[in-house]
């Protein structure tokens, strides 16, 4: 009987988010990630469009991290009938439950709205993509954690190994190991992979040798600045801003980035780069949550960081609020200058950090620091290309504050970090996936040809048999 192994892409195909992979294996089929959508102009149809393939066929989803843009569906799958057991890490399970959680009260949220707006246009109402009761049945699928480099039996021929992605805490690549009949086959899942050198996670490993490869490609087409000039950029922008009396509003993803942020104004502070007793507002529940998350598992930190945080607390600073009420996040509006706010989310597609630009982007005192990635079509995006004016929730602002772009944080491995990652072990394709075509993932593919690599960009939901 021929052996059928066929990888197909059900998201991030020639774009940033949304991703999802299946593998077959003989009768067995596992995903590895379901994401979510985010900031495409179509997002919201794009997200409630069928998978490309039946949620009951599938017997195991394999989650690389917890970013929204890698388990944001998932709770849909579970509606549409997944029912298979999901396999992540010890920290992974944890945010991931914080992320999602966060998501379908924005899920309701948003619906809830569209509804009120359709009602009176005589319209029918508008469903959240998922709801708190998927979120609690996705969360009741997650398996015993999985440790980091031991191969576990997911399904009939698949086993997996997840090995540290230096990402985000909890992150993974994933390596698939595929029997049907008489084929093998090992394809690695890159998930996101994180750089090299930094101070809270440990560097991420390198991939394993396999026949594929399928690689994220988001920062392929450059080179970050190095981390020790970002923190000096980072130091200066708020030393600046503090001393001519604005604000500082740092967009910032909940996980990782904002433990980030909030370690470096600890550092900065303490060695006198920073003035003492600004006051800090960490204005994000998920943050604060994720906070709380990263002291739970020094086994995801660095080693000298975990040591740290046994003895010290490397995220606070003297004067940090960590504002979890609605009406505390209110009274940050009222301060006109002298403060350094953080908040969600990071590409300001949501969450109050849209308030904070709201109130501080007309001010020519105030800076907006940002610190990420914002995806094309979102808020940052705009603002980061240079808008002169953006619109926040049906208003007109006129962007006066100066906007600086720090891009030496990046969670994401850039064009030389992801080759050091891929190694130069024979391989028989790679497949590039998470990035934006005409950027990482064009520059990527030219990189790798050029290094007699052999290259494919799949496509949205289209078959590829790997043996
Ligand atoms: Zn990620």
Same mark, same amino acid.
């Given at each position: 009987?021929?052996?059928?192994i066929?990888?197909?892409? *059900? @998201?991030?195909?020639?774009?940033? +988010?949304?991703?999802? *992979?299946?593998?077959q294996?003989?009768?067995?089929?596992?995903?590895?990630?379901?994401?979510?959508?985010?900031?495409?102009?179509?997002?919201e149809?794009?997200?409630?469009?069928?998978?490309?393939?039946?949620?009951?066929?599938?017997?195991?989803?394999?989650?690389?991290?917890?970013?929204?843009?890698?388990?944001?569906?998932?709770?849909r799958?579970?509606?549409? /009938?997944?029912?298979?057991?999901?396999?992540?890490?010890?920290?992974?399970?944890? #945010?991931?439950?914080?992320?999602?959680?966060?998501?379908?009260?924005?899920?309701?949220?948003?619906?809830?709205?569209?509804?009120?707006l359709? *009602?009176?246009?005589?319209e029918?109402?508008?469903?959240?993509?998922?709801t708190?009761?998927?979120?609690?049945?996705?969360?009741?699928?997650f398996?015993?954690?999985?440790?980091?480099?031991?191969?576990?039996?997911?399904?009939?021929?698949? *086993?997996?190994?997840?090995?540290?992605a230096?990402?985000?805490?909890?992150?993974?690549?994933?390596?698939?190991?595929?029997?049907?009949?008489?084929? +093998?086959?090992?394809?690695?899942?890159? /998930?996101?992979?994180?750089c090299? /050198?930094?101070?809270?996670?440990?560097d991420?490993?390198?991939?394993?040798?396999?026949?594929?490869?399928?690689?994220?490609?988001?920062?392929?087409?450059?080179?970050?600045r190095?981390?020790?000039?970002?923190?000096?950029?980072?130091?200066?922008?708020?030393?600046? +801003? !503090?001393?001519?009396?604005?604000?500082v509003?740092?967009?910032?993803?909940? !996980?990782?980035?904002?433990?980030e $942020?909030?370690y470096?104004?600890?550092?900065?502070?303490k060695? /006198?780069?920073?003035?003492?007793?600004?006051?800090?507002?960490?204005?994000?529940?998920?943050?604060?949550?994720?906070?709380?998350?990263?002291?739970r598992?020094?086994?995801?930190?660095?080693?000298?960081?975990?040591?740290?945080l046994?003895?010290?607390?490397?995220?606070?600073?003297?004067?940090?609020?960590?504002?979890?009420?609605?009406?505390e996040?209110m009274?940050?509006n009222?301060?006109e &200058?002298?403060?350094?706010?953080?908040?969600?989310? =990071?590409?300001? +597609?949501?969450?109050?950090?849209?308030?904070?630009?709201?109130?501080?982007?007309?001010r020519?005192?105030?800076?907006?620091?940002?610190?990420g990635?914002?995806?094309?079509?979102?808020? @940052?995006?705009?603002?980061?290309? =240079?808008?002169?004016?953006?619109?926040i929730?049906?208003?007109?602002?006129?962007?006066? %504050?100066? $906007?600086?772009?720090?891009?030496?944080?990046?969670?994401?491995a850039?064009?030389?970090?992801? !080759?050091?990652?891929? &190694?130069?072990? %024979?391989?028989?394709?790679?497949?590039?996936v998470h990035?934006e075509q005409?950027?990482?993932?064009r520059?990527?593919?030219?990189?790798l040809?050029?290094r007699?690599?052999?290259?494919? #960009?799949?496509?949205?939901?289209t078959?590829? %048999?790997?043996?």
């Open positions: 009987m021929p052996s059928k066929v990888y197909s892409c *059900h @998201g991030a195909a020639r774009e940033v +988010t949304g991703s999802c *992979h299946r593998i294996c003989g009768d067995h089929q596992v995903l590895v990630d379901c994401g979510l959508f985010q900031g495409r102009r179509d997002e149809a794009a997200n409630a469009e069928a998978f490309g393939f039946d949620p009951h066929g599938i017997d195991a989803l394999l989650l690389t991290h917890a970013h929204l843009d890698h388990c944001g569906r998932i709770p799958l579970v509606k549409q /009938g997944f029912k298979g057991p999901i396999y992540a890490t010890a920290a992974t399970r944890e #945010l991931a439950r914080v992320v999602l959680m966060d998501a379908a009260r924005l899920q309701e949220e948003d619906a809830a709205r569209a509804s009120r359709r *009602h009176r246009r005589g029918a109402e508008r469903d959240p993509l998922f708190l009761e998927d979120v609690l049945r996705t969360l009741d699928l398996a015993e954690a999985v440790p980091y480099n031991q191969a576990i039996q997911i399904t009939g021929g698949i *086993h997996a190994e997840f090995i540290d230096g990402h985000i805490l909890g992150s993974a690549c994933i390596l698939l190991s595929l029997e049907d009949g008489d084929a +093998t086959r090992r394809i690695v899942f890159s /998930g996101d992979v994180g090299s /050198g930094r101070d809270i996670l440990r991420p490993n390198p991939a394993p040798a396999a026949d594929y490869v399928v690689m994220e490609s988001t920062y392929g087409d450059r080179n970050h190095s981390l020790a000039e970002s923190i000096d950029e980072f130091y200066e922008a708020i030393s600046r +801003t !503090l001393a001519r009396g604005g604000n509003v740092i967009p910032s993803f909940a !996980l990782e980035r904002a433990q $942020i909030l470096y104004l600890h550092r900065g502070t060695d /006198g780069h920073l003035p003492q007793g600004t006051p800090i507002f960490l204005d994000s529940p998920m943050a604060i949550s994720a906070t709380e998350i990263f002291r598992h020094p086994e995801g930190l660095r080693e000298a960081f975990a040591e740290e046994s003895h010290d607390d490397p995220f606070a600073t003297p004067n940090l609020h960590f504002t979890r009420d609605a009406s996040s009274a940050i009222r301060i &200058g002298g403060a350094i706010i953080i908040a969600g989310s =990071g590409m300001c +597609t949501g969450g109050r950090v849209r308030h904070h630009l709201k109130h501080n982007l007309w020519d005192k105030s800076s907006v620091v940002f610190v990635y914002a995806a094309n079509g979102t808020l @940052g995006r705009r603002i980061v290309d =240079g808008a002169r004016r953006v619109r929730f049906d208003e007109i602002i006129q962007v006066n %504050a100066s $906007i600086h772009t720090i891009n030496g944080f990046s969670a994401h850039d064009h030389d970090g992801l !080759l050091n990652w891929l &190694g130069d072990s %024979a391989r028989r394709l790679v497949m590039l990035g005409e950027r990482g993932m520059v990527m593919n030219d990189t040809t050029a007699a690599f052999q290259v494919a #960009l799949p496509e949205l939901n078959p590829v %048999a790997l043996a």
